[in-house]
């Protein structure tokens, strides 16, 4: 691979405007089930979420005397009211304590499940399509895992995920258990994607960052099925939800899954979009039209230097770029551009010669603090938002220029018509769905040079 093609990988695309054009919903995975409402990993959460036609995604380790336990944590002591590591106590020991009063007094006296009574709670929803992910916490555990969930009929409900994503011989041995068991290989990046998508004895990919469209129709046109988990949708992030609808993600593990659900529900059909003009002109501006960078900012040397800091503060300045995104309403009423107060950036879609994007600073990706927005748009009035860098919202980039040469840089923006303002009034919120649109600006150019080459 050339270091143009690697540099194109890191480059995250946004097409157009397609709002939930995917046929089918992504299924919903909740994160060691309804976490924030019941005590996590808990036959009480793992019902509840299964009477809401949820997934969930569960952990598992194994005792001193081999039983398979549904537990996140290599010990006891943070979710019970007892102490010690899971691989010291025995079956016995582990059901005496209480894994619930942690939570909330109100469950009180909930045990730790085995997982083999994990999977016969769900073998008893069988008519519900939910997908269960198990994190294999433990080791050597995926082949027994199997044939319990041969045994309840369940196998093909499960995505083996854990140490699966990265041990090739893990998902070896599960797939020589049975040809059934779904198995997934993780990539952290675009960069990883590739590799991911061509894993051996694995038919789902795991991705950690919002995917493109194309890499999703990737990963189906050979067959295979997309999750994603991680910070970009853990979170309570609606934005993030809808571009995973958008592209067509199969599965999306998250934190807040009743949110989730809500935010999918919202999602406007296809033909309701199609008849709806855009309610906002965007416009990106570039305040210079050429950026120099230092001598040392470009090629191999400051691509491992990027690569391998740790440090945001150590990152250079240097690399910032002065654009203003314009946003004008065009409608006749209000437009919000945040919804329920939480901010948004822009997404950027940069091409040219190299990007690159370090993994060590994956923490510092997503929506970013604020940008000093309003939340709405009065018809006929524009509103402006400055970018400073390649990731907007930071003041840190996350992205960095690595060769000189022509770029191109476009803008994407979700805003909202028949939303109230906020702070909500005190009154009925407007009838009808609300409607969300992603504003693409058209492309502008920036020339890219190195310091003592300028014309």
Sequence with gaps: MTMLSKCLLTV?????????????????????????????????????????????EFDIERTKDGHLICIHDGTVDRTTNGTGKVSDLTLEQIQELDAGSWFDPKFAGEPIPTVDEVLRLVADFKQHDVLIAVDLKAENVGRDVVRLAEKHGVLHRLLFIGRTITEPELRKQIKGASTKAHTAAVANNAEEFPKALAAPNADWVYVRFLPTKEQIEAIHQVGKKSFIAGPTVAGNLPDSWQHCADVGLDAILADYPLELRTTLRELPSELDEAALPAPVEARLVAKRSKYVLPK????????????????ADKLPASQKIDLVLELKNISKRDVMIWRGGVMTTPELEVGGPGVISPESLM????GGSGTGVQPTIAPGKTHRIRIKSLNPGYDTPSRYWCEPGEYTIKASYVVYTGLPSFPFPDKKQPQGAPQRFVITTTPIKVQIVVEGDEE
Excluded at 26 to 53: K, S
Excluded at 296 to 311: A, L, M, N, S
């Design 12 to 56: 995250p695309i946004l097409v157009g405007i397609h709002l939930a054009a995917n046929a089918a919903e992504p299924l919903i995975v909740a994160h060691r089930g309804l976490l924030r409402h019941a005590p996590e990993n808990t036959l009480a959460n793992f019902r509840a979420c299964l009477e809401l036609r949820l997934g969930f």
């Design 296 to 311: 040392d900012q470009h090629g191999e040397v400051f691509r491992k230097q990027i690569e391998e800091e740790t440090d």
């Design 363 to 366: 923490t510092f990706f997503g």
